[in-house]
């Protein structure tokens, strides 16, 4: 298994924006499919983006598609997810996850990170 480890959140007013990190290792980045999820308190997790391993597809959730951009540099071994005109509902922890195939499921991604906290105040 990869390990993952999420960096960037923080707090940022409405309309503000954030990038988190994802970076990786124990196995081969450029390997791996990558997704970005989110669980709000009380709510189930929710898929965000996700990135094959060649960059060459990329899903986005309705709900953030033109707000947010997930990228990754496969030399740096890490992930990313710009996170622009944020809204107080994009207010989440936010996880990456890595698998061998692109997918917009959670159960489908067999690596996770810890997490990181993403809140926006109104």
């Known amino acids: 298994q990869v390990q993952l480890v999420e960096s960037g959140g923080g707090l940022v007013q409405a309309g503000g924006s954030l990038r988190l990190s994802c970076a990786a290792s124990?196995?081969?980045?450029?390997?791996?499919?990558m997704g970005w999820f989110r669980q709000a308190p009380g709510k189930e997790r929710e898929f965000v983006a996700a990135?094959?391993?060649?960059?060459?597809?990329?899903y986005y959730a309705d709900s953030v598609n033109g707000r947010f951009t997930i990228s990754r540099e496969n030399a740096k071994n890490t992930v990313y997810l710009q996170m622009n005109s944020l809204k107080p509902e994009d207010t989440a922890v936010y996880y990456c996850?890595?698998?061998?195939?692109?997918?917009?499921?959670?159960?489908?991604?067999?690596?996770w990170g810890q997490g990181t906290q993403v809140t926006v105040s109104s």
């Open positions: 996850a890595a698998d061998s195939t692109i997918s917009t499921r959670g159960a489908d991604f067999g690596s």
């Open positions: 124990g196995h081969t980045f450029s390997s791996y499919a």
């Open positions: 990135i094959s391993w060649s960059g060459g597809s990329i």
